[in-house]
């Protein structure tokens, strides 16, 4: 079971907070001062006793690198987190909803979705809907119609007055 530090909970709840009020300097060094925190306490020795402490403090060490835009890097410290609690429903989470919602990857999600989370808690309606949103946006990426493309000679100002003529199409009458 992962151990999470409440303290390090509660300060990452307040950058939320400070991010809400535009206050993003200051949630900036606070998410920096909480990386260096969680770095040197994965710095100490591992032991059986300490695996999940590790994992609690890769998951919240991700989660301060997706709030600093870097969700490439908190995917590698949430897969760190697994290593130490791979059936960790949060850190899976954290993942697959990243890759949906942040980093615009559900194809991606897919498979962590369907092989790893959902089958840890099968009824979790928010896992079930980011699975189904998931494969239409992968089949939206891959299958987008051409006619829903908007021709290049459209300009900014143009709209469409509700006829079809010589001037609003390329074919001559």
Not at 23 to 52: H, M
Not at 80 to 88: A, D, I, M, R
Not at 109 to 116: F, V
Not at 151 to 165: L, V
Request: net charge negative; charged share 30%.
């Amino acid at each position: 079971m992962m151990k999470k530090d409440p303290q390090i909970e509660a300060d990452i709840c307040k950058i939320y907070d400070l991010l809400a009020e535009d206050q993003d300097a200051k949630a900036q060094k606070a998410i920096y001062l909480i990386i260096e925190e969680l770095k040197a306490r994965t710095q100490v020795e591992f032991t059986d006793n300490l695996f999940p402490e590790q994992s609690a403090y890769f998951l919240q060490w991700g989660r301060c690198l997706e709030l600093l835009d870097e969700p490439e890097q908190a995917l590698l410290k949430w897969e760190k987190s697994l290593n130490f609690e791979p059936q960790s429903i949060e850190t899976l989470w954290a993942m697959a909803s990243c890759l949906i919602y942040t980093m615009n990857k559900p194809e991606i999600a897919i498979p962590l979705l369907k092989d790893r989370l959902i089958p840890l808690d099968e009824h979790n309606e928010q896992f079930i809907d980011a699975l189904k949103a998931s494969e239409l946006g992968a089949m939206a990426s891959e299958d987008f119609p051409d006619f829903l493309i908007p021709p290049a000679n459209i300009g900014e100002g143009d709209k469409f007055d509700g006829t079809i003529n010589s001037e609003n199409t390329n074919s001559e009458q």
